[in-house]
């Protein structure tokens, strides 16, 4: 097994740079460059030398010995200053020793995976953290690394592996007097409840899309609504080309922000009309199409009248009347109504939106699928179980063997393909040959 080193705080020059190392050469490596071993997970400062014993650079060494480590490996820390000569200079003398390389990306976190630190579910969790720009992305993250949708399947597992064992012991027990007959009955409800659980939380993958990837806004309206004027005030500075000439934005522009926490994607398009030139019709075109992939469209007129408005496939879509500086309301109850160059009527807009947001993707967002396999897996798993419901009466083995393949699913999302001991857990649960 390699011994693998990468710099792990970010790009230099910064304050304080960490190298990383996992390994089996990582304890010998810390005694050639310092002199000693430290006290296991103490911080010590150490002057770092190379070969001909001269000092790179005064840092702190910690030594992490395996397996109780991040990656389960025996695991050192050098802190160095971050200058780019100093971590260029380290690196290049960690690669010359013997049995060490440069890790690839990701490499730490597979080995602790590897050595059963975390699931495959905590594994990504980290990684989103690590991504994480806004609040509820880390939220998300956090609970995702900490290990809350492994004990979510885990926990559906375990009522699988139970329904089993009830079921197996029904056909293979059934005339020995401790198991009680047709005791398998009773794990129908469950698995039942189970069913509908697993439903309840696939139908959150929409909410920790919105979360993960940002919830999608899209402005649509006539050439000269104020569409580009209001991302602008939107995005607080001035993103896109504003002008009198109808027809200015041809193309889409996105602009990102955080609003209450939550990731925010602005989408900025070309103003929708009839006769409209080959370049501007394939701006309206994508405008329509990217409208149609929203989690809200705000579609905007200064006249007061909404034509061309599309039915953009069950996408909420809010009215708003735009340069009310200019004197025009508007009757209609359901219309917000905004100035971009007053300023008047955002708040009210950014209120609505911040409660829109937290009642559509919401404020509990530890336990989501943030992934399309996940979402795979919990499919096909319900589909097993569905199955196992749906057989009714005959067929106990296909039945059980249903269910074990929907354990099976849950566990390719965790990782842990575990042979189960169904027996093992009959024995717990009744005094089988007592
Ligand atoms: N300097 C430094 N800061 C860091 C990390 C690191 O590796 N180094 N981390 C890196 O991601 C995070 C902390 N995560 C860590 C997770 C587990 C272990 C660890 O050694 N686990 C052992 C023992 C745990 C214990 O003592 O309770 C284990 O799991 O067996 C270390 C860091 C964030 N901050
Ligand atoms: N008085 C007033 N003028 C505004 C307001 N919002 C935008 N305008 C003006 O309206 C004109 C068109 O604004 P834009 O934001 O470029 O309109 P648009 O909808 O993006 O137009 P296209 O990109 O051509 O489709 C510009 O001259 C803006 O200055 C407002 O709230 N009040
Ligand atoms: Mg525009």
Not at 3 to 27: E, N
Not at 96 to 101: A, Q
Not at 215 to 225: D, L, T
Not at 374 to 381: C, F, Q, T, V
């Amino acid at each position: 097994m390699d011994t693998i080193f990468a710099l792990s705080s970010g790009a230099p020059p910064s304050g304080v740079a960490v190298i990383r190392l996992s390994g089996p050469q990582a304890g010998a490596v810390i005694e050639t460059l310092t002199g000693g071993l430290p006290e296991p997970r103490v911080a010590s400062l150490r002057s770092i030398r190379d070969r001909n014993g001269a000092i790179i650079d005064r840092g702190l060494v910690l030594w992490f010995p395996g397996p109780g480590s991040f990656t389960g490996e025996d695991c050192a820390e050098i802190h160095l200053h971050g200058g780019r000569a100093v971590i260029d200079r380290l690196l290049s003398v960690l690669s010359e020793l013997e049995g060490l390389r440069i890790a690839e990306a990701g490499e730490f976190s597979r080995r602790a995976f590897a050595n059963g630190k975390f699931d495959l579910t905590g594994a990504e969790g980290l990684a989103d953290l690590i991504g994480a720009e806004t609040e509820s992305q880390r939220v998300l993250a956090m609970a995702q690394a900490s290990g809350a949708l492994r004990q979510l399947y885990e926990s559906w597992q375990e009522r699988l592996l139970h329904a089993r064992a009830m079921i197996e012991a029904e056909i293979d027990f059934a005339d020995e007097d401790d198991v009680p007959g047709s005791v398998s009955e009773q794990v129908w409800d469950d698995m039942e409840r189970l069913a509908a659980e697993m439903r309840s939380h696939m139908a959150g993958a929409k909410r920790a899309a919105a979360v993960r990837e940002g919830f999608r806004i899209v402005i649509i309206g006539p050439p000269n609504a104020g569409k580009s004027s209001l991302l602008n005030a939107l995005a607080g500075s001035d993103v896109a080309i504003v002008s009198d000439e109808p027809g200015t934005t041809r193309d889409v522009l996105e602009t990102r922000l955080s609003l209450s926490g939550q990731l925010v994607i602005i989408t900025d398009t070309a103003g929708i009309r009839e006769n409209a030139g080959a370049i501007e019709a394939e701006g309206i075109r994508r405008a329509l199409a990217r409208a149609s992939e929203a989690d809200l469209v705000l579609h905007l007129s200064e006249t007061g009248r909404w034509d061309f408005v599309g039915d953009f496939g069950g996408v909420p879509v809010w009215r708003v009347l735009t340069k009310s500086d200019l004197g025009r309301t508007c009757r209609e109850d359901d219309v917000l109504t905004i100035s971009s160059k007053t300023e008047e009527g955002l708040k009210p807009l950014f209120d609505s939106l911040e409660k829109h947001l937290s009642e559509t993707v919401g404020r509990d967002v530890s336990t989501l699928p943030t992934r399309q396999r996940h979402l795979d897996n919990l499919r096909l798993a319900l589909r097993d179980i569905e199955a196992a419901l749906s057989f009714r009466g005959d067929g106990l083995e296909l039945r059980a063997e249903s269910l074990r393949r929907a354990a099976f699913s849950l566990g390719r999302i965790t990782g842990q393909h575990g042979v189960e001991d169904v027996l093992g857990v009959i024995f717990s649960e009744f005094c089988v040959g007592k």
